[in-house]
């Protein structure tokens, strides 16, 4: 009896291990089925998530592309406006230079109507100039002739004046703002080199006399100027002044 308590405990405990056994056996395959589902699963979203990023990377350079092509449109289709619109002033410049040569054209031949029409003149001034040339010689000798006259008239003139400076005791000098300076000496006999003088200068269109500078005053000079003005007798004004200086000493006296 109490050998078969002991086999049928074995028995038992056998059934027991075997059931754990088992037990061991479903739990390591059912482990290892949720192992192989983690992983697919893992496996899955990684690939999943790399699509994603590689179709965002492509997505992303497709789009940079895109907005390159763009840029590059833009820039072909200002390239091909800026090109037109340098065939339109070119087009325009080659027109206004084809209006210039026509132009230049147009003048050329006037130019060369003038340079004919030159010519022409300067063959009837050629032939009037012969003509001067012959007047000018007769004239020249009738010049001569009177230049020679005059030169010797002038001559005269200019001893007569030199005998009327001397005679007068005269002398002119030339001063500043064109006038002529009279300055007579030989006037006091106690001091014959004491000048006495006065300027002249003529004046305007109507060349009128402006007397000034007198030394010693002369009283009436206001009345001499116009008398002077009157008559244009500059000779007889100044033999009218030697006098009022001559009056002037002998009054002293």
């Known amino acids: 009896m109490a050998g078969m308590a002991s086999s049928l405990k074995l028995n038992e405990l056998e059934m027991k291990n075997r059931g754990a056994y088992w037990d061991c056996i479903h739990e390591h395959q059912s482990f290892r089925k949720n192992l192989a589902q983690s992983r697919e699963k893992f496996i899955k979203q990684w690939m999943e998530d790399d699509l994603s990023k590689t179709v965002s990377n492509n997505s992303k350079q497709i789009k940079h592309m895109i907005e390159s092509d763009k840029e590059k449109q833009k820039k072909i289709c ?20 084809l209006r210039n040569l026509e132009a230049l054209k147009t003048e050329l031949q006037q130019l060369e109507s003038q340079q004919e029409s030159a010519n022409r003149n300067r063959e009837n001034a050629s032939t009037e ?52 300076q009279f300055i007579f000496k030989s006037i006091d006999e106690d001091d014959p080199e004491r000048p006495f003088y006065f300027q002249v200068k003529i004046e305007g269109e109507e060349r009128r006399y402006i007397v000034s500078g007198c030394e010693p005053p002369v009283t009436d000079m206001d009345e001499l100027v116009k ?8 000779k007889s004004f100044v033999v009218v002044m030697r006098k009022r200086f001559k009056q002037m000493v002998s009054n002293k006296t």
């Open 227 to 234: 008398k002077l003005n009157d008559t244009d007798n500059l």
């Open 78 to 97: 200002l390239e091909f406006e800026k090109a037109f619109q340098n065939s339109v002033c070119s087009k325009q410049a080659l027109e206004e230079r």
């Open 129 to 180: 100039l012969r003509g001067v040339e012959e007047k000018c010689t007769d004239l020249q000798y009738g010049i001569d002739s009177e230049s020679k006259h005059a030169e010797e008239k002038l001559q005269a003139l200019n001893m007569a004046g030199d005998m009327f400076q001397e005679m007068m005791c005269l002398q002119l000098k030339k001063t500043h703002g064109g006038k002529l």
